[in-house]
C-alpha cells in the first residue's frame, strides 16, 4: 500500500474537519469507555491471564525458528503446503501462482490486516483475478476503494447512510425501491450478494490470528462467519500470515483467545473461533482439497533483532486504537499506512522507514493509556521514545525543535544563567499578561496560542522568593 | 543461493542467538467461572448461550429430539426442511414422530434452510459449543442454512475451553481436520457499531439440550 | 514486634518545585511546602535545580536528559526523600532516570538511589507521610483531573480524592473521564496544536458538564493547557493545582487570572 505517512499533519487537519468522522470515532471511544470496564468486570482473572498471554507470546518469540519449523512438518504431515515468503512481493506472487496452477478465476477473501500490508488484492486484480473481500466492513471498504481504519473494525469511519449509497453506487442490480435505511437491511443486502460468491469461488484466503506449531494449525476468530465459509467452500484455502502469529500450542491459544475478544470487541469470545489444520480428509464430504499457507517475513525477522522486538507480541486486537485520544481525534487514515493508532505509529516506521513516518511517534502525549489496555503488555509509549531516540539521532525533527530543545537544555544545565535569565523571561510575560493574567498571542509560541490563551506567570520564581525568605 | 525459507530462520536464529530465551509460561489461568460442579455448569452454560442470542429446548431423552426440533422451528415460523449430519445417532433418531419434518442427511448445500448437527461439547464458560468436522459431521452444515440447530448432552457440557479441548484429545488420536468454537449466531457490528445477528453464518442458532442421555 | 518505621520522624524533604511551578506558579510550591512542613517534614530547596530533563527524553534526546538528570541527582541524593508537585516530574525521576544511565554503572547506581525516593506530592503525603489534612475548608464545587504519568505510571488516583474529601465544603463532581489524557503531552500540543485542540475540547466538555466550578489536577502542564483552553472558550471554570487547594491557599487568582481579571 502506498503511504501518505509524510502527509500525517496534513491528514490530521482534513481528519479533525470532517464531522461524520468525529461523530463515529467519539462513539467509539464511548462505547470502549462503557463496554470494557463491563466486560473485564466479569473476568476478575483478566490480569493473570494478561500476564501469562504476554509471556506465551515472548516465549513464542524467543523460539520463534523452531516453532516455525514444528508448524512447517505438522503442515506438511496433514497434507497441507508451506511458502516461506521473504517480502510481500514474494507473497502475492506465491498466492498467484497457487491460484494459476488451479486456473481459478474467484476469489472470496476473509480479513487480512496482512494482506492489506502487502497489496494483495492489487496484485491479484492486477492477475485478472477477481478477488472479493466478504468481511461486510472489508466488502464496503472495497467497494469504496477504501482502506481499513481500525484493525478489528475497519468500516469505523463510515455511517450507515454512507454504507447505503455505497451499495446504491455499486448494486447494479438493486431494486431502486429497495429500502436501505436500517443496518439490518445493509447486511442482509451484503449477505445476499456474497452468498453466490462463496459458493462459486475457486479459492478462499484468510489470514491467521494464530497459527500453532504442535498440530500446524491455522486459527482465525471471527463473528460474521465469512471467514469459515471463506475456508471451507472454496476447493482451495490459503492462509496468509506473518511470522510472528505462531505460538507452540493449542493451549496457548485457548490463552490467547480469552483476551483477545475482550480487547477487540468487548466480547466474552467471538461467535466463531475455528482451528483448521490441513486439507480435507479421507470420508470428508466437505473442507478443501488444497490447504496452504504463505508464511510472510516481510522485515520481522529483522524486528525480531533490533529494539522494537516487543512489538512483534501484538494479537491485532486494536484496543490500542480504540483507547488511544490521538487517535479518537484524527481516526487511522490520517496515519497513512496500513495500521493506524498506537500500534501504527509503532509499525509503520519499521515497514516504511522513519523518515517518511517520523510524524506517527511524535504524534502521541504518551498518556500510556495503549500500553494500560494492551492484552500482550507491549509498552507502546517506550517504544515510541525511541523511534524519537532515532529522529533526534538522524536530525530527522525540524531543526527549529531541536534548536529550541537545545537552547532550553544548555540554560537549564547552567543553573547560575538559568536563574537570571527565567527570572528576566517571567517578567516580561507576567507584565503582557497585564490586568486579565493571559495572553491571546506570544511569539514563537503558536503553537500554544492558535487555539489556547497562554497564561501569564504569576511573578517572580519560586526559587527567587524562596531564597528571599 | 539460499532458499526464503532458510534465510528466514537463519535472520530469526541470528536475532534470537544473544538473548535470554525465556521458558514456556508455567501456568495458563483457568476463569472460576469455567470451575463448579456439574450442575452448576449445566447452568452457566445455558445462561451465557442465550447471553450470545443462542435459544435452548431442553429433552428428557433423545427420542424427544424430533418434536422439539418440530416445536422451535414451528414458533420461529420457519419450513420443517432440515438438513442432518450424516451421523448414525442422528439418522436413527425417530423422526416419525415429527411428521411436519421432511429430513435429508449430507453435507449441506446452497438453500437449505436448517441444518442439525451434533455439538462435541458445551463450554460453560462462555456458553459455547464446540463442533469439528468429519465424515459424519460435514462441516457446512455449521455455516452455511441460515439456522443451525445444535444437539447437545448434557453430559458434554463442561467448564472451560481447556475441558473441550482434553474430551476432544481423548476422542480423537489425531485433530480433526476443523474444530471451532460457536457462541451464538453469525454478527457484525460494522455499520455504526450496531450489531446485527445473522451475517453470513447462521441468522438463529438452537441449542436442542439432552438431559443425561448421550444423542 | 514492633512496627519499624520506614522514615525519620521528621525527614528531610527535597523540594523538587519543577521548572513549570518555578516559572509560572510559584504559589504552588509554597503550597506544597506548607502541606509537608505540616505533614512533618522538614524542607530543604536544593538550588542548582532547574528541570527534571523529560522534554530532552521525550523529544528523543537522552543524552541531553541525562545530563539535567545528573544534575538532580547529584542536587538531590542527600535528602531522605524527592518530592514534587507533578505526577510527571515524578514520574521522569522515579522510572526513567535508572534507564538513563544503562551503560554507566555507578551513576546508574546513583539514579537508582534518587529513584528510590523520589514522590508525587499528593502520593507522598498520603501513602508515606499518613498525611491527615489540615482541616480546612474550601467552599465550592470542585472536579479532579488525573494526569497520566501519576495515574498510570504511579499510580495515584485515590490519594488526592483521599485528601479533597478531607476538606469540609468541597463537593468533588467526577468527570466522566478523568483518565482520559487532555492533550497536553509536553512538546505534543505544540507540536501538533488541532489534535491536542480536540483531545482539550473533549475534557474541557467533560468539565463543564460536571457543572463543576474550579478544576483541579496534580500537574502545571495538564493545567496551563485546560486553563488556556478553557479562557480561550470564554468559560469561567477556574483552574488551580491540588495543592493550592489542599494548602487552603486560595486567596490568591487561579491560573490564567488576576486580581483584576
Given at each position: 500500500m502506498r503511504s501518505t505517512s509524510d502527509r500525517f499533519p496534513e491528514n490530521a487537519a482534513r481528519a479533525l474537519g470532517d464531522p461524520t468522522l468525529r461523530a463515529a470515532l467519539s462513539r467509539l471511544q464511548q462505547d470502549t469507555r462503557v463496554g470494557r470496564p463491563a466486560i473485564l468486570d466479569r473476568l476478575p482473572e483478566f490480569n493473570a491471564i494478561r500476564d501469562a498471554a504476554s509471556d506465551?507470546?515472548?516465549?513464542?518469540?524467543?523460539?520463534?525458528?523452531?516453532?516455525?519449523?514444528?508448524?512447517?512438518?505438522n503442515v506438511q504431515e496433514n497434507g497441507g503446503h508451506v511458502h516461506w515468503c521473504r517480502t510481500g512481493d514474494d507473497a502475492c506472487a506465491a498466492i498467484h501462482e497457487i491460484c494459476r496452477a488451479r486456473g481459478a478465476k474467484l476469489i472470496v477473501k476473509g480479513k487480512s490486516m496482512v494482506s492489506e500490508e502487502i497489496a494483495l488484492n492489487d496484485y491479484l486484480l492486477a492477475q485478472d483475478l477477481e478477488v472479493v473481500e466478504t468481511d461486510l466492513g472489508e466488502y464496503i471498504l472495497q467497494l469504496r476503494g477504501e482502506t481499513p481504519s481500525h484493525v478489528v473494525m475497519p468500516a469505523i469511519h463510515l455511517t450507515q447512510d454512507g454504507v447505503s449509497q455505497t451499495f446504491r453506487d455499486h448494486h447494479d442490480d438493486l431494486d431502486a425501491g429497495r429500502d436501505l435505511d436500517e443496518a439490518r437491511n445493509l447486511t442482509d443486502e451484503a449477505r445476499d450478494k456474497l452468498r453466490g460468491k462463496f459458493l462459486a469461488a475457486d479459492i478462499g484466503i484468510t489470514g491467521a490470528n494464530f497459527l500453532v506449531a504442535e498440530t500446524g494449525t491455522a486459527v482465525i476468530v471471527t463473528n460474521e462467519g465469512n471467514g469459515d465459509l471463506t475456508q471451507t467452500l472454496p476447493p482451495v484455502h490459503i492462509v496468509l500470515a506473518s511470522i510472528e502469529k505462531i505460538i507452540p500450542t493449542i493451549t496457548d491459544a485457548l490463552s490467547l483467545i480469552r483476551v483477545l475478544a475482550r480487547s477487540a470487541t468487548g466480547q466474552e469470545i467471538t461467535c466463531y473461533t475455528t482451528f483448521a489444520t490441513g486439507p480435507r480428509r479421507d470420508g470428508d464430504l466437505d473442507g478443501p482439497e488444497e490447504f496452504h499457507v504463505v508464511l510472510l517475513d516481510n522485515?520481522?525477522?529483522?524486528?525480531?533483532?533490533?529494539?522494537?522486538?516487543?512489538?512483534?507480541r501484538c494479537i491485532r486486537c486494536g484496543a490500542c486504537q480504540s483507547v488511544c485520544p490521538v487517535y479518537g481525534a484524527i481516526g487511522g487514515h490520517a496515519y497513512g499506512w496500513v495500521y493506524g493508532g498506537p500500534i501504527g505509529a509503532v509499525l509503520t516506521p519499521a515497514f516504511i522507514g522513519l523518515e517518511g513516518a517520523r510524524d506517527l511517534p511524535e504524534a502521541s502525549s504518551l498518556c500510556g493509556a495503549c500500553a494500560d489496555v494492551c492484552p500482550v503488555k507491549i509498552p507502546i509509549p517506550d517504544l515510541l521514545r525511541r523511534w524519537r531516540r532515532r529522529s533526534h539521532g538522524q536530525k530527522l525533527s525540524p531543526p527549529r525543535a531541536r534548536w529550541g530543545l537545545a537552547l532550553w537544555a544548555w540554560f537549564a544545565s547552567r543553573p547560575e544563567l538559568y536563574r537570571p535569565a527565567a527570572r528576566i523571561a517571567m517578567a516580561i510575560l507576567h507584565w503582557a499578561g497585564g490586568r486579565q493574567g493571559r495572553l491571546h498571542r506570544l511569539p514563537f509560541a503558536r503553537g500554544w496560542t492558535v487555539s489556547r490563551d497562554f497564561p501569564a506567570p504569576e511573578g517572580g520564581t519560586f526559587m527567587d522568593q524562596w531564597r528571599a525568605k | 543461493m539460499t532458499t526464503a525459507r532458510d534465510d528466514i530462520l537463519n535472520r530469526i536464529r541470528r536475532a534470537n542467538g544473544g538473548i535470554d530465551r525465556k521458558n514456556a509460561p508455567t501456568s495458563h489461568p483457568v476463569p472460576a467461572r469455567a470451575l463448579g460442579d456439574h450442575a452448576v455448569l449445566v447452568g452457566r452454560f445455558i445462561d451465557m448461550a442465550r447471553e450470545a442470542a443462542a435459544g435452548i429446548s431442553r429433552v428428557n431423552h433423545r427420542s424427544d429430539i424430533p418434536m422439539a426440533i418440530s416445536a422451535f422451528l414451528a414458533a420461529e415460523n420457519l419450513a420443517g426442511e432440515i438438513r442432518i449430519s450424516p451421523d448414525p445417532r442422528l439418522e436413527t433418531l425417530p423422526w416419525e414422530s415429527a411428521p411436519d419434518l421432511s429430513v435429508s442427511a449430507g453435507r449441506a448445500r446452497a438453500d437449505d434452510p436448517v441444518s442439525v448437527t451434533p455439538a462435541f461439547a458445551g463450554i460453560a464458560e462462555t456458553g459455547t459449543l464446540m463442533v469439528h468436522s468429519g465424515p459424519d459431521t460435514p462441516n457446512t452444515l455449521h455455516f452455511l442454512p441460515e439456522t443451525h440447530i445444535a444437539l447437545l448432552s448434557t453430559e458434554a457440557i463442561v467448564g472451560g475451553y481447556e475441558d473441550a479441548w482434553a474430551r476432544l484429545r481423548a476422542r480423537f488420536e489425531r485433530l480433526p481436520r476443523s474444530v471451532t468454537l460457536i457462541t451464538g449466531p453469525s454478527r457484525s457490528s460494522d455499520i455504526e457499531r450496531k450489531v446485527q445477528i445473522g451475517v453470513h453464518g447462521p441468522r438463529r442458532l438452537h441449542i436442542v439440550l439432552i438431559d443425561g442421555e448421550e444423542i | 514486634m514492633t512496627p519499624v518505621s520506614t522514615h525519620p520522624a521528621s525527614p528531610t524533604?527535597?523540594?523538587?518545585?519543577?521548572?513549570?511551578?518555578?516559572?509560572?506558579?510559584?504559589?504552588?510550591?509554597f503550597a506544597s511546602v506548607a502541606l509537608l512542613e505540616a505533614a512533618g517534614c522538614r524542607i530543604v530547596v536544593p538550588p542548582a535545580q532547574t528541570c527534571c530533563g523529560q522534554p530532552a527524553y521525550n523529544a528523543g534526546a537522552s543524552e541531553t536528559a541525562a545530563e539535567l538528570a545528573r544534575n538532580v541527582i547529584v542536587s538531590f541524593e542527600n535528602c531522605d526523600y524527592v518530592v514534587a508537585p507533578s505526577g510527571s516530574c515524578a514520574a521522569m525521576i522515579r522510572l526513567h532516570y535508572p534507564r538513563l544511565f544503562r551503560d554507566d554503572p555507578q551513576m546508574k547506581f546513583r539514579a537508582d538511589a534518587v529513584s528510590r525516593k523520589c514522590w508525587e506530592l499528593v502520593s507522598f503525603l498520603v501513602d508515606e507521610m499518613h498525611f491527615e489534612g489540615l482541616l480546612n475548608d474550601f467552599d465550592g464545587d470542585v472536579t479532579y483531573h488525573d494526569g497520566c504519568s501519576g495515574l498510570r505510571e504511579l499510580g495515584i488516583r485515590d490519594q488526592p480524592r483521599d485528601l479533597m474529601g478531607k476538606i469540609a465544603g468541597l463537593d468533588l463532581r467526577e468527570l466522566s473521564a478523568p483518565d482520559v489524557c487532555c492533550g497536553f503531552g509536553g512538546a505534543f500540543c505544540v507540536k501538533y496544536p488541532q489534535i491536542s485542540q480536540a483531545m482539550a475540547d473533549n475534557k474541557i466538555d467533560d468539565i463543564t458538564a460536571t457543572g463543576a466550578d474550579t478544576v483541579l489536577a496534580g500537574d502545571l502542564g495538564c493545567l496551563m493547557q485546560i486553563a488556556g483552553r478553557l479562557q480561550r472558550r470564554g468559560s469561567p471554570v477556574r483552574v488551580r493545582h491540588i495543592a493550592e487547594v489542599l494548602a487552603g491557599m486560595t486567596d490568591h487568582p487561579a491560573i490564567g487570572e488576576t486580581k483584576e481579571s
Open positions: 506465551i507470546r515472548t516465549h513464542g518469540l524467543d523460539h520463534l525458528d523452531v516453532h516455525l519449523e514444528i508448524f512447517e512438518r522485515g520481522r525477522a529483522d524486528l525480531l533483532g533490533g529494539e522494537f522486538r516487543d512489538i512483534l | - | 524533604v527535597g523540594l523538587f518545585v519543577t521548572c513549570l511551578v518555578d516559572l509560572f506558579r510559584p504559589s504552588v510550591g
